[in-house]
């Protein structure tokens, strides 16, 4: 087959090709989207490559590199053009930007965090999973983008805070329980408890807040909703009896009304105001944070190093573990119940 000829299979068939999966796997190959920018690199910079030299060049056969300039020219619309007088490629028309690997400042940054994930999970099975996945994203960018990961980590770095680790099977089984629409049942133990009891719920939603998963359910044997922490729960099992979700459920608003994780499930919609006064580095850092949807600050001095900030939630149990998070730079304005909490914890700190 001669190098003008180009068959028209898709370049996708060949990503799906199980020996190009095992070869990628085993390193014997490039990734095809790197070949393809290595493809452009040769016609952009007017090499005039073909089927046969860009084969040996790649380390692939002919047909491979006639799959990927049928991909490049009507999949991707580059201009490209066998010459039969120089038996090469060529563009017809200037391609200054390639259409497949312009990243900006922000893909990059967005890269680097997303590596920074998988620390979250380490040690875990999710691990593997997630690392596969990365893999398969980075690839397509290899051989383009001139950066190394040394160089990245030297320039950028976060601290994660602690990340709880949800075992991947259980979290698979939820998930399903939740999409499936089916009742399960489980163990679970208590915040303030040493032991585990058994609760027969409808999952109706599964949500992360602070890095750890909850579910939200109905309590099948209480009658109303309740939530549960991921790592407190263990012996799932997946009941036959299927649910309708109520039609005025919505998991993000009930977890909005929350400054946590803590709800009211006898009185979900339940909101009131809470008026926090901030001082000095606390003040600044209020001002660069966000830390609820409804968060409202007013700079209560010219240079704004003493702040009201606002809240619109439920409970008040996260809010007074915020409260004294920040000790003395913080001053509750209102309710009065948050205020008396706040006492009452403060009175017990101090006894040791």
């Known amino acids: 087959m001669g190098d003008a000829a180009c068959h028209e299979s898709s370049f996708m068939d060949e990503l799906d090709m199980p020996?190009?999966?095992?070869?990628?796997?085993?390193g014997k190959t490039r990734a095809p989207m790197e070949r393809i920018y290595q493809i452009h690199e040769a016609v952009a910079e007017g090499r005039l490559p073909n089927c046969t030299s860009l084969a040996k060049e790649l380390e692939v056969t002919a047909k491979t590199i006639q799959r990927d300039i049928n991909f490049m020219r009507d999949r991707l619309n580059l201009p490209l053009e066998y010459d039969e007088q120089t038996h090469g490629f060529r563009y017809t028309q200037d391609v200054s930007q390639f259409p497949v690997f312009e990243l900006q400042a922000a893909d990059l940054a967005g890269l680097f965090l997303a590596r920074q994930a998988l620390d979250s999970v380490r040690g875990?099975?999710?691990e593997m999973t997630m690392r596969e996945v990365f893999s398969k994203l980075t690839q397509s960018i290899e051989g383009r983008v001139r950066f190394s990961w040394a160089e990245l980590d030297r320039s950028l770095s976060r601290k994660p805070s602690s990340v709880t680790q949800t075992d991947l099977k259980l979290f698979g089984k939820l998930a399903d329980a939740v999409i499936s629409r089916k009742e399960i049942t489980f163990r679970y133990r208590k915040l303030g408890s040493d032991e585990t009891e058994t609760r027969h719920v409808r999952p109706y939603h599964l949500g992360e807040v602070d890095q750890c998963w909850y579910l939200?359910?109905?309590?099948?044997?209480?009658?109303?909703l309740r939530t549960f922490a991921l790592p407190r729960l263990n012996s799932l099992k997946i009941r036959t009896e299927r649910f309708e979700l109520p039609k005025d459920f919505d998991g993000g608003s009930y977890l909005g009304t929350s400054f946590g994780i803590w709800t009211d499930p006898q009185n979900p919609d339940f909101r009131q105001e809470v008026r926090v006064e901030l001082r000095d580095y606390a003040a600044r850092i209020a001002q660069e944070r966000r830390w609820h949807p409804s968060q409202q600050i007013t700079p209560l001095n010219a240079k704004a190093t003493r702040v009201e900030i606002r809240f619109e939630v439920g409970r008040l149990e996260d809010l007074l573990r915020w409260t004294l998070s920040w000790?003395?730079?913080?001053?509750v304005i209102a309710p009065d119940e948050l205020k008396k909490m706040v006492k009452a914890e403060a009175a017990k700190m101090s006894k040791g």
């Open 216 to 224: 939200i359910a109905h309590d099948c044997d209480r009658g109303g």
């Open 19 to 26: 020996k190009l999966q095992d070869a990628v796997r085993a």
């Open 124 to 126: 875990t099975q999710l």
């Open 327 to 331: 000790g003395s730079q913080a001053k």
